[in-house]
Protein backbone atom coordinates (compact mmCIF):
# COMPACT_ATOMS: atom_id res chain seq x y z
CA UNK A 1 0.00 0.00 0.00
CA UNK A 2 1.90 2.99 -1.37
CA UNK A 3 -1.08 5.97 -1.07
CA UNK A 4 -1.56 7.02 2.49
CA UNK A 5 -5.05 8.36 2.07
CA UNK A 6 -5.79 4.84 0.98
CA UNK A 7 -3.95 3.31 4.29
CA UNK A 8 -6.24 5.59 6.10
CA UNK A 9 -8.98 4.76 4.43
CA UNK A 10 -8.10 0.80 5.34
CA UNK A 11 -7.80 1.76 8.90
CA UNK A 12 -10.70 4.04 9.20
CA UNK A 13 -12.85 0.99 8.48
CA UNK A 14 -10.87 -1.50 9.95
CA UNK A 15 -10.98 0.51 13.40
CA UNK A 16 -14.98 0.69 12.94
CA UNK A 17 -15.56 -2.47 12.28
CA UNK A 18 -13.76 -3.19 15.68
CA UNK A 19 -15.33 -0.77 17.88
CA UNK A 20 -18.79 -1.99 16.78
CA UNK A 21 -17.54 -5.96 16.94
CA UNK A 22 -16.47 -4.50 20.59
CA UNK A 23 -19.99 -3.51 21.50
CA UNK A 24 -21.39 -6.24 20.24
CA UNK A 25 -19.32 -8.38 22.41
CA UNK A 26 -20.09 -6.16 25.36
CA UNK A 27 -23.96 -6.58 24.66
CA UNK A 28 -23.53 -10.27 24.99
CA UNK A 29 -21.92 -10.36 28.10
CA UNK A 30 -24.32 -8.00 29.51
CA UNK A 31 -26.66 -10.78 28.67
CA UNK A 32 -24.45 -13.46 29.84
CA UNK A 33 -24.44 -11.22 33.12
CA UNK A 34 -20.58 -10.58 33.01
CA UNK A 35 -20.35 -7.31 33.78
CA UNK A 36 -16.51 -6.93 34.03
CA UNK A 37 -16.27 -8.75 30.62
CA UNK A 38 -18.60 -6.06 29.43
CA UNK A 39 -16.75 -3.27 30.81
CA UNK A 40 -13.44 -4.51 29.44
CA UNK A 41 -14.97 -4.63 25.68
CA UNK A 42 -17.04 -1.22 26.18
CA UNK A 43 -12.97 0.41 26.79
CA UNK A 44 -11.89 -1.82 23.74
CA UNK A 45 -14.65 -0.13 21.57
CA UNK A 46 -13.77 3.34 23.13
CA UNK A 47 -9.56 2.73 21.90
CA UNK A 48 -11.16 0.90 18.65
CA UNK A 49 -12.72 4.28 18.29
CA UNK A 50 -10.04 6.78 19.50
CA UNK A 51 -7.79 4.54 16.50
CA UNK A 52 -10.80 5.55 14.00
CA UNK A 53 -10.75 9.23 15.14
CA UNK A 54 -6.56 9.57 14.54
CA UNK A 55 -6.89 8.12 11.60
CA UNK A 56 -9.55 10.23 10.39
CA UNK A 57 -7.58 13.20 11.73
CA UNK A 58 -4.19 12.23 10.00
CA UNK A 59 -6.18 12.37 7.10
CA UNK A 60 -7.94 15.61 7.73
CA UNK A 61 -10.88 13.97 6.81
CA UNK A 62 -14.08 15.38 7.41
CA UNK A 63 -16.23 12.82 7.03
CA UNK A 64 -15.22 9.00 6.39
CA UNK A 65 -13.43 8.16 2.97
CA UNK A 66 -15.68 5.90 0.55
CA UNK A 67 -13.62 3.05 -1.19
CA UNK A 68 -15.40 0.85 -3.43
CA UNK A 69 -15.55 -3.09 -2.27
CA UNK A 70 -13.19 -3.58 -4.86
CA UNK A 71 -10.93 -0.55 -3.68
CA UNK A 72 -10.01 -2.20 -0.42
CA UNK A 73 -7.05 -4.66 -0.09
CA UNK A 74 -7.93 -6.76 2.84
CA UNK A 75 -6.48 -10.33 3.21
CA UNK A 76 -9.26 -12.93 1.97
CA UNK A 77 -11.18 -10.41 0.87
CA UNK A 78 -12.42 -9.21 4.19
CA UNK A 79 -11.75 -6.47 6.71
CA UNK A 80 -9.50 -8.22 9.73
CA UNK A 81 -12.03 -7.59 12.38
CA UNK A 82 -14.79 -8.90 10.39
CA UNK A 83 -13.53 -12.09 9.67
CA UNK A 84 -15.21 -14.75 12.01
CA UNK A 85 -17.29 -12.17 13.83
CA UNK A 86 -20.50 -14.27 12.27
CA UNK A 87 -20.30 -16.31 15.87
CA UNK A 88 -20.85 -13.23 17.80
CA UNK A 89 -24.40 -13.81 19.62
CA UNK A 90 -26.20 -13.79 22.92
CA UNK A 91 -25.25 -17.26 23.97
CA UNK A 92 -21.18 -16.22 23.74
CA UNK A 93 -19.55 -16.99 26.90
CA UNK A 94 -16.82 -14.95 27.92
CA UNK A 95 -14.03 -17.37 26.93
CA UNK A 96 -15.25 -17.56 23.45
CA UNK A 97 -15.64 -14.36 23.38
CA UNK A 98 -12.10 -13.06 24.17
CA UNK A 99 -10.69 -15.66 22.08
CA UNK A 100 -12.93 -14.14 19.15
CA UNK A 101 -11.59 -10.60 20.27
CA UNK A 102 -7.88 -11.87 20.35
CA UNK A 103 -8.48 -13.52 17.10
CA UNK A 104 -9.64 -10.13 15.38
CA UNK A 105 -6.74 -8.28 17.16
CA UNK A 106 -4.33 -10.35 15.91
CA UNK A 107 -5.85 -10.47 12.23
CA UNK A 108 -5.26 -6.37 12.76
CA UNK A 109 -1.95 -6.73 13.74
CA UNK A 110 -1.01 -8.95 10.95
CA UNK A 111 -2.72 -6.28 8.45
CA UNK A 112 -0.80 -3.23 9.80
CA UNK A 113 2.74 -5.12 10.21
CA UNK A 114 2.25 -6.27 6.62
CA UNK A 115 1.43 -3.07 5.20
CA UNK A 116 4.34 -1.99 7.44
CA UNK A 117 7.29 -3.97 5.84
CA UNK A 118 6.04 -3.88 2.87
CA UNK A 119 5.13 -0.54 1.44
CA UNK A 120 8.11 1.88 0.17
CA UNK A 121 6.08 4.96 1.44
CA UNK A 122 8.00 6.11 4.54
CA UNK A 123 4.67 7.80 6.03
CA UNK A 124 2.79 4.43 5.40
CA UNK A 125 5.90 2.29 7.20
CA UNK A 126 5.87 4.76 10.04
CA UNK A 127 1.61 5.00 10.47
CA UNK A 128 1.74 1.31 10.06
CA UNK A 129 4.30 0.37 12.81
CA UNK A 130 2.36 2.61 15.24
CA UNK A 131 -0.83 1.25 14.30
CA UNK A 132 0.41 -2.43 14.44
CA UNK A 133 2.36 -1.83 17.80
CA UNK A 134 -1.30 -0.70 19.27
CA UNK A 135 -3.06 -3.79 17.95
CA UNK A 136 0.39 -5.88 19.82
CA UNK A 137 -0.93 -4.59 22.77
CA UNK A 138 -4.43 -5.02 22.44
CA UNK A 139 -3.50 -8.07 21.67
CA UNK A 140 -1.44 -8.59 25.06
CA UNK A 141 -4.19 -7.41 26.97
CA UNK A 142 -6.68 -9.65 25.64
CA UNK A 143 -4.15 -12.71 26.36
CA UNK A 144 -4.20 -11.53 29.76
CA UNK A 145 -7.91 -11.77 30.00
CA UNK A 146 -8.07 -14.95 28.10
CA UNK A 147 -5.83 -16.85 30.68
CA UNK A 148 -7.05 -15.51 33.80
CA UNK A 149 -10.83 -16.58 32.41
CA UNK A 150 -9.47 -20.08 31.36
CA UNK A 151 -7.76 -20.60 34.98
CA UNK A 152 -11.32 -19.34 36.52
CA UNK A 153 -13.29 -22.25 34.03
CA UNK A 154 -10.66 -25.07 35.02
CA UNK A 155 -11.10 -24.62 38.64
CA UNK A 156 -15.43 -24.12 38.29
CA UNK A 157 -14.66 -27.03 36.48
CA UNK A 158 -12.47 -28.86 39.19
CA UNK A 159 -14.65 -27.49 42.27
CA UNK A 160 -18.75 -26.51 40.85
CA UNK A 161 -19.46 -26.01 44.55
CA UNK A 162 -21.60 -22.96 45.27
CA UNK A 163 -18.38 -21.08 45.99
CA UNK A 164 -17.35 -20.74 42.29
CA UNK A 165 -20.88 -19.84 41.13
CA UNK A 166 -21.06 -17.04 38.85
CA UNK A 167 -17.66 -17.91 37.03
CA UNK A 168 -18.11 -17.72 33.22
Not at 142 to 147: A, M, Q, T, V
Request: charged share 30%; net charge negative; hydrophobic share 40%.
Amino acid sequence: MEDINVFLAHAVELEREAARRYEELADSMRTDGNTEVEKFFRQMAIFSRKHLALAMERGGFRQLPVLAAEGYAWPDGISPEQFDWIGVDCMIDANNALELARDGERRGHAFYADIASTTGDPEVRMMAQEFAAEEAEHVAELEKWIGRYASQTEKHRLDPSPNNAGIE
